[in-house]
């Protein structure tokens, strides 16, 4: 029986949208796990590396991995599915195709010539285009207007997706009769096994074009540069993805168009920080503000805002300013803003500041410090001990 394989993306740990630079950074992280350098003590790290190789070598060549979005295996390897002359002794003058579309009804899969065909001459869907835009902070949290640009196949206006000049129009293949598929016959010791492959006079087509279309050479699609708008929703993070439906490569046969999937990559802030809707801040303070309390300008998504500071905040507290963090990509509510304050000690004093400190420094005793009482008490009772 043919060999079952993984699929490709599912071997690389993508999705079938995925962009170029995407695939070339999941191959390059699972090298570093598999490489058998890396793993001599591993059998199995070899032969995890030599699949990993294999889906990139299809996958990051756009014509390859083309064929193996429509086709599947069988678009990138003729013999992957083909009936094998020793497997099945005793079906005489059987076709292989027959066989596994009774059993499995016709399902796609494998590249047998049942599915292959169904494939060709049937609808087929567009390819998808994976494109990556990058955002600042505020535009991720308030949601923006983008514009991409993309190359897609579409149809060609001339013919309209026949790919045949007008006036013409594709006729039916004389080699395989329209079926796309041609049988051919192996005789072994076991008996006379038949196979299909795909017509190589229409390509598994089943029409011909005598007369191309001048515009598109025959084949019924154009390549267009195209500019999309892109809404991009509030609240979206980083590494998320956006659908645009029927925005991909034009289908085949009557088929649907794919899809654009737009990846977002949000910039980092020089203040903010991002955890889920919430937005974090570390915002630094003198030792005069945490002791005596203070009116603080806090910087928020929104603007500035006026936060009353309790007097006695110790370095690390983090407050809270409600909904004033992402807003929540459903529309639903805001996250909120937590700041952290870090109290900063002055350097390059002058002698005068330096004295004023120390005449503080007597007159406050160890009970106005919580952390340093407790601290020396213990250490007192450690000694006694």
Request: aromatic share 8%; with cysteine.
């Amino acid at each position: 029986m043919a060999e079952e394989r993984r699929d490709l993306y599912e071997v690389l740990g993508v999705s079938r949208g995925a962009s170029d630079e995407e695939i070339k950074k999941a191959y390059r992280k699972l090298v570093k796990k598999y490489h058998p350098d890396l793993n001599p003590d591993d059998p199995s790290a070899e032969a995890a590396m030599k699949e990993v190789n294999a889906a990139y070598e299809v996958l990051s060549d756009p014509e390859k991995r083309s064929r193996y979005d429509q086709f599947g295996h069988a678009g990138i390897d003729p013999n992957y599915g083909a009936g094998q002359g020793g497997g099945f002794g005793g079906f005489d003058d059987m076709d292989l195709g027959d066989l596994f579309g009774n059993i499995f009804g016709g399902f796609g899969g494998g590249g047998f010539g049942y599915s292959s065909q169904s494939r060709r001459t049937g609808p087929q869907r567009g390819q998808d285009i994976g494109v990556s835009i990058e955002l600042t902070f505020e535009e991720a949290a308030f949601g923006c207007e983008k514009s991409i640009s993309v190359t897609r196949s579409e149809l060609c206006t001339d013919c309209g997706g026949t790919g045949a000049k007008k006036g013409t129009a594709p006729e039916t293949c004389p080699v395989c009769h329209g079926t796309g598929q041609v049988r051919t016959t192996q005789r072994t010791a076991f008996g006379v096994f038949q196979s299909s492959a795909p017509c190589s006079n229409c390509h598994g087509t089943g029409k011909v074009v005598k007369d191309p279309c001048d515009k598109c050479g025959g084949t019924g699609q154009i390549r267009k540069k195209r500019t999309i708008n892109v809404k991009i929703p509030a609240g979206i993070d980083n590494g998320q993805t956006i659908p645009l439906r029927g925005q991909g490569n034009a289908g085949k046969n009557g088929g649907p168009s794919g899809d654009i999937y737009v990846t977002v990559s949000v910039l980092p802030h020089k203040l903010f920080k991002r955890s889920g809707q919430d937005v974090m801040l570390e915002m630094p303070i003198s030792f005069s503000q945490a002791a005596l309390g203070a009116q603080l300008t806090v910087p928020t998504i929104d603007g500035k805002v006026q936060y009353t500071m309790p007097e006695g905040t110790q370095n690390g507290t983090v407050f809270r300013l409600r909904g004033s963090g992402i807003p929540k990509i459903n529309g639903k509510g805001r996250g909120d803003q937590y700041i952290k304050v870090n109290i900063e000690v002055p350097k390059n004093l002058t002698k005068e500041q330096k004295d004023i400190l120390r005449r503080f420094e007597d007159a406050v005793d160890d009970d106005h410090y919580e952390n340093k009482k407790g601290f020396f008490e213990k250490l007192k009772d450690k000694f006694n001990k």
